[in-house]
């Protein structure tokens, strides 16, 4: 008796069992879930002496980067960018942004 007999053989035997694709619920995708943590820290090198806090360490697709850059913008009342994997926020807001990222379920530090 070869493989596939012993598989018929099964199926006869619990015919209760689901077939295909939906044998088993793959579990909801998660952002929180799939993100690491997140590094907030202050930079001034290259900005005419200017602060900007960065939010590095995003693992997203470009578009949804900008939804969560224009949520942060639009809560913290800043201007700022997303662009090469990166969140600027202008000015140094290391704590209101770990707040913010907080709430929106991220996990973050503050280098």
Known sequence: MDWTEQLKAFRDANPDLPEGPEMHD??????????PRLDIY??????GGKTATLISGWICEQSELLQIASKLKSALG??????????????DRRTQVLEQLTALGYKARIV
């Open 26 to 35: 793959p579990e909801p995708e998660d952002t929180v879930k799939r993100q």
């Open 42 to 47: 202050i930079e001034r090198k290259g900005r």
């Open 78 to 91: 800043a201007g700022g960018s997303a662009r090469g994997g990166d969140i600027l926020i202008q000015g």
